[in-house]
């Protein structure tokens, strides 16, 4: 049975992902949108993957995979936000 409300609120949260698609919010639809899937993640990890009767050594794993795509992302990002604009070479008008 809890498979099954798992699966309605995955569903759920598909369709509002979809309808949010269509309202237009401006920069807010990633704020949405990303709090959806951070909620979809949580419940495939409570339910599906089992987390939630998993031991402690698991949990720690599941964790640290968190971690390591935390620190890849914030990575990546301070790699994009210290990089300058720059035309590309074959755009420059000669």
């Known amino acids: ?48 993957m089992e987390l939630r009767q998993a031991g402690t050594l698991l949990r720690i794993a599941a964790l640290a995979g968190l971690l390591w795509l935390a620190l890849l992302f914030g990575i990546s990002w301070s790699d994009f936000a210290t990089r300058t604009l720059s035309p590309a070479p074959w755009s420059v008008a000669r």
């Open 1 to 48: 049975m809890s498979y099954f409300l798992t699966w309605l609120a995955l569903m759920g949260f598909l369709a509002a992902t979809c309808a949010s698609s269509y309202i237009p919010l401006g920069p807010w639809n990633t704020v949405i949108n990303t709090a959806i899937s951070c909620a979809k993640a949580l419940l495939i990890a409570l339910f599906f």
